[in-house]
């Protein structure tokens, strides 16, 4: 069975574990095909999201 085989499947059985397990294999796979500048950018993107998030929610 193929990785969204397995995704589908899990979702259809309500199994979240599995499907979050799922998700993580696939963003670390298609993770690992970038260059590795694209990722550091990445990464430096999700910082400043986060940051941001943060500051957003202690002005509340």
Same mark, same amino acid.
């Given at each position: 069975?193929?990785? #969204?085989?397995?995704?589908?499947?899990?979702?259809?059985?309500? %199994?979240?574990?599995?499907?979050? /397990?799922? *998700? @993580?294999? #696939?963003?670390?796979?298609?993770?690992?095909?970038?260059?590795? %500048?694209?990722?550091?950018?990445? /990464?430096? *993107? @999700?910082? #400043?999201k986060?940051?941001?998030?943060?500051?957003?929610?202690?002005?509340?």
């Amino acid at each position: 069975m193929s990785g #969204a085989g397995v995704l589908h499947r899990a979702i259809d059985e309500r %199994q979240w574990e599995t499907a979050a /397990l799922c *998700l @993580l294999v #696939a963003v670390a796979e298609a993770a690992n095909r970038l260059p590795p %500048q694209a990722l550091e950018e990445m /990464l430096d *993107l @999700l910082a #400043a999201k986060t940051a941001t998030h943060h500051q957003r929610r202690e002005r509340r």
